[in-house]
């Protein structure tokens, strides 16, 4: 398929460019700070007021501060340069340079366009009508002269002001600036505009020349545009429907008054022993969370998600990619839920993570014999820990707090691991629970422990489901309660590419000042392997530097791996499927393996898929000096910097 059936096939079939480049007149903004202005007015006062007077009878020169801030002023100015220009000095020397310099960068993006078959428009900040019905948007980062945080808000909230309006699906979206550092700001971009990244790619001005650069962007973009805007829509749907659901759930429980609330704490709360603004919010989380799920239009809008396409696999961006706050989310109660008093005689519940309170002194005699690294999982009923004649004593599984290991199988049918626990103050951390070490407490010593100030606290409460998932864990599997799959867990890497030279030595892929290897290693829930994608960020950069490596350099022994792979077919998989089924734990050397061509991405993490090898992956292995006899015929050499997990 070409190109241009290609983005017509999905839907780019119109376009607009938006630059302060296309913009006819200077703005105040953009004058406000020129000397110019001083040196302009001075030379006026000397007999020259007739000359400005003859286009802008209001003059006066004596008005110079009102005037520099009238755009009526300065447009009518700019439309009559040529006939003061020799008073104007260099009053729009700045604004005329950068309209010059930034030409020929729209002229490469225009030529994209055009050579995709796409219509377009091109606009200055007056962009929001034409921006409510194009298909993709090229557009500036900072709309205005000074490159600073105003021009940039101008960009967002008018971008945003533009989707807002839009009755149609969202647009593809290409940022550009001339800022050589782009990559975080055009995360916090994409973040304020609330895109979703396989709707969003980035590039500096300065290789908007490069041919075919734009047009490649462009290509990523259409490859999975139906299946971005179907998650977008899913997304845009659940939320405007929450904000119906929590109308239609208010409704219902405004019908419950004070006299409800009267009957409701005589007749069960007072036996049961919990709070009444506890209970109630229990009932408010349920009945949202029933409108919620009686719209069909969100169960219609989630159904697309099924039919997502599969081949291509879709550019990763990793630059913000932290799949274990969802995971967090997903298994934890929010923290600020978790403080509110119940009412309960205990001051623990089922699904409570009890940890060593930070700062607190080490006791090696005390609860937690002296370590940092132990917690203890509550596993009795909640019921009996709210009565006052319920239990004496709590049943607790001990847990050691651990590094997150992407090795260790979550929590499930296989795994005794909680794949995440935010420990305030501390850090993140997994969990692996003991189920041999049960250990109990009775209430006088658990008041004292976690009262404030005592040696412990809780650091976490997980929520129902995974709670019993744990505790069917300790039962040995005795009326199993089905758990939600967790999502893959995600661990952002860096990385450096060598390749062994003739002289059995290793060089590092020569890359340009500024590009960084970066990407996401994703771990499945049984935790044999790994999938290593690189961030698409760097994928021209070092598609091109793949390319340009001298193969008569290459040690022999490598040479027909690093062939294979300086094919545009091989590397792009790189940064779609990635690097697949490198076995954990990820330590000293590893195959880097491929799918191959028509080999679809697996279904399971039970069955290897067909893979072909490429080079080799290192972690702590050393590859300075003389590389030993498996690194010398090892293709591509990806050494992998795993980096710290984000607090």
């Known amino acids: 398929m070409s190109d241009r059936r290609q983005v017509a096939g999905a839907g780019i079939r119109s376009a607009i460019i938006v630059d302060d480049g296309y913009d006819v007149v200077p703005l105040v903004d953009e004058l406000r700070d020129e000397e110019g202005w001083d040196n302009f007015f001075d030379d006026v ?12 009878p209001e003059f006066n020169a004596d008005n110079r501060d009102d005037l520099k801030e009238e755009q009526e002023f300065v447009t009518v100015l700019w439309e009559n340069r040529a006939a003061v220009d020799d008073l104007l000095g260099d009053l729009f020397e700045n604004y005329e340079r950068k309209a010059e310099d930034n030409a020929p960068f729209l002229q490469s993006a225009e030529a994209a366009l055009r050579a995709l078959g796409i219509p377009f428009t091109t606009h200055g900040r007056d962009f929001v009508d034409a921006a409510t019905t194009a298909d993709l948007i090229i557009i500036d980062l900072f709309l205005g002269i000074q490159q600073g945080a105003q021009d940039r808000k101008v960009t967002v909230e008018r971008l945003k002001e533009a989707i807002k309006l839009r009755t149609g699906p969202l647009p593809s979206i290409v940022l550009m600036s001339q800022i050589p550092t782009i990559d975080e700001l055009a995360k916090t971009f994409r973040e304020d505009v609330q895109l979703h990244a396989s709707a969003f790619r980035y590039v500096r001005k300065n290789d908007l020349a490069i041919p075919g650069r734009i047009q490649g962007l462009i290509l990523t973009l259409a490859a999975h545009r139906s299946d971005s805007q179907a998650l977008a829509t899913f997304v845009d749907t659940w939320e405007q429907k929450a904000i119906d659901a929590v109308g239609k759930a208010a409704a219902s429980l405004r019908k419950i008054d004070i006299d ?32 919620i799920e009686a719209h069909d239009e969100v169960l219609a809008a989630a159904m697309p998600l099924d039919e997502m396409a599969d081949d291509p696999p879709p550019l990763m961006i990793s630059n913000d990619r932290d799949t274990y706050t969802i995971l967090e989310q997903t298994l934890f109660v929010n923290p600020a839920r978790r403080a509110h008093a119940t009412g309960a005689v205990w001051p623990v519940t089922f699904g409570d993570v009890i940890g060593p309170r930070h700062g607190a002194p080490e ?50 049918v296989s795994g005794n691991t909680t794949p995440i626990l935010n420990y305030d103050g501390v850090g993140r951390f997994q969990v692996s629970w003991d189920f041999g070490d049960l250990r109990t407490i009775g209430l006088s010593r658990a008041k004292g422990l976690l009262k404030s100030g005592g040696d412990a606290t809780i650091i976490g409460r997980l929520r129902d489901v995974a709670a019993l998932g744990l505790r069917q864990q300790l039962l040995g599997n005795v009326g199993r309660v089905g758990e939600m799959a967790p999502m893959p867990r995600s661990f952002a890497f860096s990385a450096e590419i060598h390749y062994p030279k003739e002289d059995e030595t290793a060089s590092q892929l020569d890359l340009p000042d500024g590009v960084q290897i970066r990407g996401n290693m994703l771990v499945p829930r049984k935790a044999r392997f790994a999938n290593l994608v690189l961030d698409s960020n760097s994928e021209n950069e070092l598609t091109q530097a793949i390319l340009d490596l001298d193969i008569a350099t290459v040690h022999q022994s490598s040479r027909a791996r690093i062939n294979k792979v300086k094919q545009q077919s091989q590397l792009r998989k790189l940064f779609r499927s990635g690097l697949q089924w490198a076995s954990l734990p990820m330590q000293e050397v590893r195959e880097a393996e491929l799918l191959k061509d028509g080999e679809p991405s697996p279904e399971n993490d039970d069955k290897k898929p067909k893979t072909e090898k490429i080079g080799k992956i290192v972690f702590e292995a050393d590859i300075a000096g003389q590389l030993g006899s498996d690194l010398k015929k090892a293709g591509l050499i990806f050494k992998i910097n795993i980096e710290e997990m984000p607090g």
């Open 45 to 56: 006062q000397a007999g020259q007021e007739g000359r400005i007077a003859a286009f802008y």
């Open 260 to 291: 409800d609330l009267q009957h409701i704490r005589t007749m069960l709360l007072r036996f049961e022993g919990v709070n009444t603004s506890s209970y109630m919010l229990d009932v408010f989380d349920r009945v949202l969370q029933y409108q």
């Open 363 to 412: 006791k090696p005699r005390g609860f937690f014999g002296g370590r940092k690294d132990l917690v203890f999982f509550v596993a009795s009923p909640e019921c009996d820990l709210i009565r006052a004649d319920g239990l004496k004593t709590v049943l607790l599984v001990a847990g050691k707090l651990e590094k997150v290991d992407m090795a260790k199988p979550v929590l499930g």
